[in-house]
């Protein structure tokens, strides 16, 4: 049996910890002995159609289901994939054909479809058989199959910037390394002391791993929402915290900075208790100090404490961390010369400049270094290069449209397209990503840093910017601004954003943008995770150009 599987049954059997689900209107809780009894009940349904190596895919996003469901398919020693769910905005037609593009990349052999979407799905409309959430609760509760160490847990999808499917394979000894890694790097206790609190997707890997996996095999209790009850109303995640006295949560950069937004406000410094929170992970896109710092000061009012925010380093193929903070030590920006960095790729301290997050030490098991992106070889302490890991966590295989890739080299090295570089202490900065790097005149802009300066101007939408390169490659390289606002559909406004915006831009980089585009709110495509998609941006740029 798998070290993951073993601790999660034992969870189940020895701790008094579960799960809160159905907030804010209908909360009810389960323990996890009883998440594992009806997992064990959809084992037994799941029986004929599922077996040991099996593939299934999931679309359900009521983390009440999704959490006894996939103990259930674990028990059949299978892996399985969390589906894209499509929302009132998308193309059904485009939706079902990328689903079956996802099932026949990952060899799907059944399909396990949870409410709305089992009555919305068209029969015979995906090339799998369908099996609906609701007939499986009342099968016969059998044994657990034991899955082996190197057998595929998860087929997690990444949530890259282009369109092509592709999925990590997690095997459950990665699965059970980074868990523990990470338990041990948060000092997380397995008692009722710790309450996790989370909205996030469970298609995408923190809100699958660490705020559901992690909690299972501990026995932590846990409060989980659904992103669509968060952004009806970003306060809820505020009044879950006061409520069940969270102490740790997570979500990526933009969603701390709309609850401050929100936080601020409110007038009644009682409305909200937020004293308990002790670990926040910001994740998952690139974290603004600025922003952060401003959400420290909004949430403080409520009692939040200044060491709560953990910034983090990580991606699907180290299963979901790299590289932590200690529990409690809070934001830490690293200032670097900026002409430095852009002119040589080295990021000198400074006790004053552009601000990057130190994402804490290496979790244990995980090496990190820093690589020349041309030659390959190993840079010094601020030597900005491309980051390459090794260890248990790391995944060996992709699964895509074209069959299976391999994820490291011959060394055991993955190359993850991220830019930075390591402080003196061993602790991982990014600046951004390889292949959106803009090079004019030499320099070497980050479009984060000219993203983020966009942000900074009233009317745009926080994490609604995106800077895309103009003639890449060529002694005319420039860059292009598409940012959302609801003061689209005013031309006069909508001017004086541009302008706005490209004054801001000046100020934080030195060079203005060529275009500025302004654009109604939902019109940047996201991934699934809720990353900017800048391949498709750019048609967008292409039509308004």
């Not at 997992?39 to 289901?65: E, N, Q, S, T, W």
Request: hydrophobic share 40%.
């Amino acid at each position: 049996m798998s070290r993951f599987t073993d601790h999660l049954y034992r969870a189940a059997a020895s701790t008094a910890g579960g799960m809160v689900t159905g907030e804010p209107g209908s909360p009810s809780r389960r323990t996890w002995g009883e998440v594992h009894r009806l997992a064990r009940r959809m084992a037994g349904a799941l029986a004929p159609h599922v077996g040991p190596g099996a593939k299934v895919g999931i679309l359900a996003g009521d983390p009440a289901k999704v959490a006894p469901l996939v103990q259930a398919v674990w028990m059949r020693g299978a892996a399985f994939t969390m589906l894209q769910q499509p929302t009132p905005r998308t193309d059904l037609g485009q939706w079902l054909a990328e689903t079956e593009r996802v099932l026949r990349m990952i060899d799907a052999e059944v399909l396990l479809v949870g409410t709305p979407f089992d009555t919305a799905l068209p029969e015979g409309s995906l090339p799998v058989s369908v099996l609906r959430l609701a007939d499986l609760t009342t099968g016969t509760d059998i044994e657990p199959v034991s899955p082996a160490e190197d057998d595929a847990a998860l087929l997690q999808l990444s949530s890259g910037s282009t369109g092509d499917p592709k999925a990590v394979v997690i095997s459950h000894r990665s699965l059970y390394a980074n868990i523990a890694a990470m338990v041990d790097r948060s000092a997380l206790p397995t008692t009722t002391d710790e309450v996790m609190i989370s909205w996030l997707p469970l298609s995408h890997d923190m809100g699958m791993i660490t705020f559901l996996a992690m909690p299972m095999m501990t026995g932590v209790e846990l409060v989980s929402v659904t992103p669509a009850d968060f952004l009806r109303d970003p306060l809820l995640w505020a009044r879950l915290i006061s409520r069940y006295r969270g102490t740790f949560t997570g979500a990526p950069n933009f969603a701390y900075a709309l609850l401050g937004h929100r936080l601020a406000r409110v007038t009644d410094d009682t409305a909200y208790d937020l004293s308990s929170m002790q670990v926040a992970v910001n994740g998952a896109e690139p974290i603004d100090c600025a922003a952060m710092a401003t959400f420290t000061d909004q949430a403080s009012r409520f009692g939040w404490s200044a060491t709560a925010l953990a910034p983090c380093y990580g991606m699907a193929e180290a299963v979901v961390a790299v590289s932590a903070p200690d529990r409690g030590r809070g934001m830490r920006p690293d200032h670097v010369n900026r002409e430095t960095l852009e002119n040589e790729g080295r990021a000198v301290s400074v006790t004053a400049g552009p601000a990057y997050a130190r994402l804490g030490k290496p979790l244990a098991g995980i090496t990190v270094r820093v690589v020349h992106p041309v030659t390959r070889a190993t840079l010094a302490h601020r030597g900005v290069g491309e980051f390459e890991l090794r260890g248990e966590s790391i995944a060996s295989e992709y699964l895509t449209t074209a069959g299976s890739v391999a994820a490291k080299d011959t060394n055991g090295w993955l190359r993850t397209g991220d830019l930075g570089y390591l402080t003196e202490d061993g602790e991982p900065v990014i600046c951004g990503r390889q292949k959106d790097v803009i090079i004019i005149s030499g320099r070497n802009l980050y479009p984060t840093d000219i993203e983020r300066a966009a942000e900074q101007v009233e009317g745009v939408r926080i994490g609604n910017a995106i800077a895309l390169s103009i003639a890449a490659g060529t002694a005319t390289e420039g860059f292009a601004v598409l940012a959302e606002s609801a003061h689209h559909h005013d031309e006069d406004l909508s001017r004086d954003l541009r302008r706005a915006i490209s004054t801001e831009i000046f100020k934080a980089v030195g060079i203005p943008p060529r275009t500025v585009v302004v654009l109604a709110p939902g019109a940047l495509p996201k991934t699934t995770s809720g990353k900017l998609r800048r391949s498709h941006a750019r048609e967008i740029l292409a039509g308004k150009c």
